[in-house]
């Protein structure tokens, strides 16, 4: 095991052969490291967390911090719901710079096996990723998301919460997905719909003006 200058490990931590920990890691109590994970500088890992073999969690990664639970009181002010569970981390996962990955509420958060993570993604509490699965950067995915096996997002992609998608899912940059998609295939556009389907109407929205002042005449001429 390696282990840089001014990290910092807490109770009950393992760290299993070859593990990387470079400058500045901050490790909460009873994290688990598997075989031959890199974690690269200022990244924190807050208690219970689990990683996988083969791993590699790039700078400023954030792995474990609360999810964003609070009850609305009735003046409008907000109490927070405490996040009891944890982060569990598969094999030969990547997550990239100032990635989040949040605790859940009960239970865990999972990154499952071979899933890759850009920059500045956010995955919130009790989200579970399905293996193979890869994310650009700034993809936003909301609570209790239960994504498929071999995803693909493109950059900002956005879920809503309590939704899922099937396995072999492609979905183009900046979509917006309110609902489940449950059929494997490639979607886009807000709210996400079929590619092709998407295409239609955005050449359809495109020609509007020009629909307009051919109704405009013939309104006129009515």
Same mark, same amino acid.
Do not use: W
């Given at each position: 095991? $390696?282990? +840089?200058? /001014? @990290?910092?490990?807490?109770?009950? @931590?393992?760290? =299993?052969? $070859?593990? @990387?920990l470079r400058s500045n890691v901050a490790l909460y109590d009873n994290v688990q490291i598997g075989v031959r994970t890199v974690i690269h500088s200022n990244v924190t890992c807050y208690s219970e967390t689990q990683i996988g073999e083969d791993c590699i969690i790039h700078a400023g990664?954030?792995? +474990?911090?609360? +999810?964003f639970g609070n009850f609305e009181n009735q003046d409008g002010t907000f109490q927070k719901i405490p996040q009891l569970g944890n982060v569990i981390i598969g094999d030969n996962v990547e997550i990239g710079?100032?990635?989040?990955?949040? %605790?859940?509420?009960?239970?865990?958060?999972?990154? =499952?096996n071979g899933v890759k993570l850009d920059n500045l993604v956010h995955i919130a509490h009790n989200v579970r990723?399905? =293996?193979?699965?890869?994310?650009?950067?700034?993809?936003?995915i !909301? *609570?209790?998301?239960?994504?498929?096996? %071999?995803? %693909?997002f493109g950059g900002q992609v956005g879920l809503s919460g309590h939704i899922e998608? #099937?396995?072999?899912?492609?979905?183009?940059?900046? #979509? *917006?997905? &309110?609902? !489940?998609?449950? =059929? &494997?295939?490639?979607? !886009?556009?807000?709210p996400a719909r079929n590619k092709l389907l /998407?295409?239609?109407?955005?050449?359809?929205?495109?020609?509007l003006p020009e629909i307009y002042k051919d109704m405009k005449k013939l309104k006129e001429k009515l």
């Open positions: 095991v $390696y282990i +840089g200058p /001014h @990290c910092f490990i807490g109770n009950n @931590c393992i760290l =299993e052969d $070859y593990v @990387c990664a954030v792995i +474990g911090s609360d +999810g710079a100032n990635t989040t990955i949040d %605790r859940a509420l009960i239970g865990s958060t999972v990154i =499952e990723v399905g =293996e193979n699965t890869a994310m650009a950067a700034q993809v936003g !909301s *609570g209790s998301v239960k994504i498929g096996k %071999r995803n %693909r998608t #099937a396995d072999d899912v492609l979905i183009y940059a900046q #979509a *917006g997905v &309110p609902k !489940s998609l449950l =059929e &494997p295939g490639t979607y !886009s556009g807000t /998407h295409f239609k109407i955005e050449a359809v929205l495109n020609n």
